[in-house]
């Protein structure tokens, strides 16, 4: 760790400088600094009750879980939340097993329990069986797949943990990539939709994206300082896709330019309170086959399974 002069804020090394404000920072300033930025997102956009029972979705990465020590800390201050955490294991050989004793780890240090759901006990097929059964087809990547396949299986996993609320843990660059994304592809329903806490709707456990308003720099340094200990290695299924080049378009002016992520995605909000009604998500029905919400008779994810000549295991 390079030292940089004094704290802005005490008499200790500064170990970080925030080039956006100009704030140097000591380890102790710095892990502040994020927990209370964390704590007025929640609290500026309401995303927490004091009695809520939060399900974290943790992928075993950075992201995941420093957000998970976040709200184990905050959590102290709300003696009536409960926090758990939900890992998806989607059967990737040689991938997992990393993250889930990561997972394992975070969750017994910080005495938060820890559920484990599979794509095989889920649907019957994990993902590698899913990859293999998509090759040759000309279809989604396998990367959409398990976009589908993931996000339903962690609303079964929070319902079936009785969550009232679903944790993610996108931060700054995630969403503000999200919003470029959709504005490029002149999808404006997708921009509406990406929202700090997502549109409620019936058979969704609502969810809400604490990390939203902090670079992902910060996280990893957040990481790093705490000690926090995370999965490094990419899936191999991690595609070079239209997202890489808008994160990579992005990075590079944030590097010449600091403060400019929160430009562009303070921007890109306001432009959507112009949306206003456009995220929400009308017309929803239940899934014929599995009987979760979807916009259609049959779900995306039991579309996709159905598409790959793979039938589905009976949901619970
Ligand atoms: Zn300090
Ligand atoms: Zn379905």
């Known amino acids: 760790m390079i030292l940089l002069a004094t704290c802005s804020f005490c008499n200790r090394d500064a170990v970080y400088v925030r080039r956006y404000s100009g704030e140097r920072l000591c380890v102790g300033c ?17 995303m927490f009750r004091p009695d809520e029972h939060i399900a974290v979705a943790l992928s075993g990465g950075k992201d995941s879980v420093s957000l998970l020590h976040v709200l184990g800390t ?22 997992r097993r990393e993250a889930i004793e990561v997972a394992e780890e975070s969750c017994t240090q ?8 599979s794509f095989s006990d889920l ?26 396949l993931r996000r339903k299986a962690l609303n079964v996993a929070a319902k079936d943990l009785h969550a009232s609320k679903l ?26 939709r990406v929202r700090p806490v997502l549109e409620k709707a019936e058979g969704f456990v609502q969810r809400v994206k ?19 200990r ?11 896709s239209m997202r890489s080049d808008v994160r990579r378009f992005i990075t590079l002016l944030e590097d010449k330019h600091p403060g400019m992520t929160y430009g562009l995605y303070h921007s890109l909000r306001k432009i959507q309170a112009n949306l206003e009604g456009l995220d929400a998500k009308e ?12 916009s259609g008779t049959i779900c995306r994810a039991c579309q996709s399974l159905h598409d790959l000549g793979l039938t589905t295991a009976p949901s619970t």
């Open 123 to 148: 649907y019957g097929r994990s993902l590698d069986e899913i990859a293999d059964a998509s090759k040759g087809r000309g279809g989604l990547s396998v990367c959409s797949y398990c976009g589908v």
């Open 74 to 95: 905050i959590e102290d201050a709300f003696p009536h939340a409960s926090v758990s955490a939900i890992l998806i294991d989607e059967g990737v050989a040689g991938y």
């Open 30 to 46: 710095f892990i502040r600094s994020i927990e209370k930025k964390v704590r007025r997102t929640v609290s500026r956009f309401t």
């Open 210 to 228: 604490p990390f939203c308003e902090i670079l992902e720099t910060e996280i990893a340094f957040y990481a790093q300082v705490t000690g926090v």
């Open 110 to 117: 910080l005495g938060i329990p820890l559920h484990i759901y």
């Open 283 to 294: 017309g929803l029905q239940l899934c014929q086959i599995c009987g979760e919400p979807s």
């Open 167 to 192: 944790a993610l843990a996108h931060n700054l660059d995630d969403e503000a990539q999200s919003m470029m994304l959709s504005l490029l592809r002149g999808d404006l329903v997708g921009l509406a």
């Open 230 to 240: 995370f999965q490094h290695r990419p899936c191999p299924y991690k595609e070079t």
